[in-house]
């Protein structure tokens, strides 16, 4: 892809094994299997919240930054710095924190990644830029200050915030979204296995 983040798989050996047995294969509907099944893993990986590892609960302030309406328990709006329907978004955030799924605010990103055949090689990625600062993570950093105007204004689990800057980010936990280059192989050599099997099972039926 060629944005954000990929993972390319060469079917060249397998193909090449099988023609030495006098086995034909059609190499692209090999290649679309083992896409789809990484499709299928990265759907799953994103369900479970992490299938290698397990991700990182999401933060409270990150929940209280979220759109209105686009993750559940963020329908109140902001009205100002407190008051009692800013005490009760806030205890809404706590009680609801453990439900909510790290990633899964409108489904863009998990719904992103696309498979592609080039060549002799499948390649599974996105093109969405930030895929690849939840893949590996971001360490701390700052100081941040507005780029427009003179105060910073966002939403935090305490309620709304306006400084003219922010000293310290905590960065962003890494979250792995597609597999280890280990997995990715393992995932692909049982793809081809199946593949292989299939194959020989109706020559043996003629």
Avoid: C
Avoid at 26 to 51: C, H, P
Avoid at 119 to 136: L, M, S
């Amino acid at each position: 892809m060629s944005v954000g983040l990929d993972i390319e798989m060469d079917v060249r050996k397998a193909v090449e094994r099988l023609s030495t047995v006098g086995k034909s294969i059609n190499q692209d509907a090999l290649l679309s299997g083992i896409g789809k099944r990484f499709l299928t893993w990265i759907n799953l990986n994103f369900r479970q919240g992490g299938i290698e590892e397990k991700w990182r609960p999401i933060s409270l302030n990150t929940i209280a930054a979220r759109r209105a309406g686009k993750g559940p328990g963020m329908n109140m709006k902001m009205r100002g710095a407190g008051g009692q329907m800013m005490n009760r978004r806030v205890v809404g955030i706590h009680a609801m924190s453990a439900n909510i799924q790290p990633l899964r605010d409108t489904g863009r990103l998990a719904n992103s990644f696309i498979d592609k055949i080039e060549g002799n090689a499948v390649v599974i990625g996105t093109d969405i830029p930030y895929a690849k600062f939840h893949e590996k993570g971001v360490p701390p950093f700052g100081p941040i200050v507005p780029k427009r105007g003179k105060v910073l204004a966002f939403m935090s689990a305490s309620g709304p915030v306006f400084v003219t800057r922010v000293e310290h980010h905590p960065g962003i936990p890494q979250r792995r979204l597609i597999p280890t280059q280990g997995l990715a192989e393992k995932l692909a050599l049982e793809t081809v296995k199946a593949f292989i099997d299939k194959i020989i099972e109706k020559t043996k039926g003629r």
